[in-house]
T-cell receptor, first 114, second 114 residues
Framework: AQSVTQLGSHVSVSEGALVLLRCNYS??????LFWYVQYPNQGLQLLLK??????LVKGINGFEAEFKKSETSFHLTKPSAHMSDAAEYFC????????????FGTGTRLQVTL | DTAVSQTPKYLVTQMGNDKSIKCEQN?????MYWYKQDSKKFLKIMFS???????INETVPNRFSPKSPDKAHLNLHINSLELGDSAVYFC?????????????FGPGTRLTVL
């Protein structure tokens, strides 16, 4: 079955440290790839998306993600974490032929400490 | 200007009741979706409508019935509510085939069944 795997349900980093959130998809055909962020008691906000125009995608709030076909990965990074980055992050994919159905990973809660 | 709006934001009700959640989008999109987020934050698609036609119908109890009166609205009616229906329900919209199928989410409706 087509799925999305996010390694690490909880990641804790110090303020100013590198943020790395992992996402792997399960398809030989690259799907559409997205990262969404959810702040407490709020909806989902799109951080960035892979459009096949470039393997390194820049998003909002200083986040970026790199698409690696050989590793079927789309990991999210930010060079320097800020307290305001604390939230739940979801990787999501739309696989070919699924009528735009978003399949979400299980989410990674990012905690940022002083 | 709210792009995707949902009402109500909170809904508390007793087991066995029937309730509806409404969703409206002013983005001019032709496709709308309902997602369910459970207590563990897991997000899963329930339904999708394209131009008022049902195109995605995941394994959802038939107590859940979506209705799309026009392209800008997608409502969710739930009969005979059960404790397990407690969750946050998100509405989303997109333009099929456009902008790499980017979906815009509403703020969510938190349903609590007592």
């Amino acid at each position: 079955a087509q799925s999305v795997t996010q390694l690490g349900s909880h990641v804790s980093v110090s303020e100013g440290a590198l943020v790395l959130l992992r996402c792997n998809y399960s398809s030989s055909v690259p799907p559409y790839l997205f990262w969404y962020v959810q702040y407490p008691n709020q909806g989902l906000q799109l951080l960035l998306k892979y459009t096949s125009a470039a393997t390194l995608v820049k998003g909002i709030n200083g986040f970026e993600a790199e698409f690696k076909k050989s590793e079927t990965s789309f990991h999210l990074t930010k060079p320097s974490a800020h307290m305001s980055d604390a939230a739940e992050y979801f990787c999501a994919v739309i696989y070919t032929g699924t009528a735009s159905k978003l399949t979400f990973g299980t989410g990674t809660r990012l905690q940022v400490t002083l | 200007d709210t792009a995707v709006s949902q009402t109500p934001k909170y809904l508390v009700t007793q087991m066995g009741n029937d309730k509806s959640i409404k969703c409206e989008q002013n983005l001019g999109h032709d496709t709308m979706y309902w997602y369910k987020q459970d207590s563990k934050k897991f997000l899963k698609i329930m339904f999708s409508y394209n131009n008022k036609e049902l195109i995605i119908n995941e394994t959802v109890p038939n107590r859940f019935s979506p209705k799309s009166p026009d392209k800008a609205h997608l409502n969710l009616h739930i009969n005979s509510l059960e404790l397990g229906d407690s969750a946050v329900y998100f509405c989303a919209s997109s333009q099929m085939g456009g902008r790499h199928n980017e979906q815009f989410f509403g703020p969510g409706t938190r349903l609590t069944v007592l």
